[in-house]
């Protein structure tokens, strides 16, 4: 059963252009949505991370959106950069408790020129 | 990388033989995390500690056991390898200003022949 489901599972964009990344969650027990890039051979990295008290966090470049009502969550990379080309995760916790991340199958990036 | 080393880095190794991975922080971290990451899965806990001695099993435990005697070390243990083993393997630690955050270690790519 897979509570998190990641959407595209590979994106290609120009450089400049806005990458979208849409995530969306069954457990309505979730109430913290981080978002992970991770670099081939690398372990992920936490980039941004959202509580659904909120309904849009920005930090430089990369904004997460969250739908409370729907159940979704996206991220946006505003002006994507080559650099920015990696693997991204979103992940969803249940707080309280354990913090056991249960995360999206992963969307493949690549920022062309 | 928070502190986290995780030993070895890659390992090939044959069926049946049983197999320890170990992950080191140096940070005093209470609870500890192992992953897997597959291609299509994203990653799935195997495992977690939140203190010497208490550990409890994740979403993908079946085959993997593990143990925790110091804070620092939290090991992963496969009795008899099987090639579904054959992953990649992180550690993780909780932290972080709101204490959910969880930062990942370099990881362990295991092969099983």
């Known amino acids: 059963q897979q509570q998190v489901k990641q959407s595209p599972q590979s994106l290609i964009v120009q450089k400049g252009g806005i990458s979208i990344i849409n995530c969306a969650y069954e457990?309505?027990?979730?109430?913290?949505f981080p978002w992970y890039q991770q670099f081939p051979g690398k372990g992920p990295a936490l980039l941004i991370a959202?509580?659904?008290?909120?309904s849009e966090k920005k930090e430089g470049r990369f904004t997460i959106s969250f739908n409370k009502s729907a159940k979704q969550f996206s991220l946006h990379i505003m002006d994507s950069q080559p650099g920015d080309s990696a693997t991204y995760f979103c992940a969803a916790m249940q707080t309280g408790t354990a913090s056991k991340l249960t995360f999206g199958t992963g969307t493949r990036l690549q920022v062309t020129l | 990388d928070a502190g986290i080393t995780q030993s070895p880095r890659h390992k090939v190794t044959e069926t049946g033989t049983p197999v320890t991975l170990r992950c080191h922080q140096t940070?005093?971290?209470?609870?500890m995390y192992w992953y897997r990451q597959d291609p299509g899965h994203g990653l799935r806990l195997i495992h977690y500690s939140y203190g010497v001695k208490d550990t409890d099993k994740g979403e993908v435990s079946d085959g993997y056991s593990v143990s925790r005697s110091k804070t620092e070390d939290f090991l992963l243990t496969l009795e008899s390898a099987t090639s579904s083993q054959t992953s990649v393997y992180f550690c993780a630690i909780r932290g972080g200003v709101s204490y959910n955050e969880q930062f990942f270690g370099p990881g362990t790519r295991l092969t099983v022949l």
């Open positions: 940070e005093n971290h209470r609870y």
């Open positions: 959202i509580r659904p008290d909120v």
């Open positions: 457990n309505t027990a979730f109430d913290y």
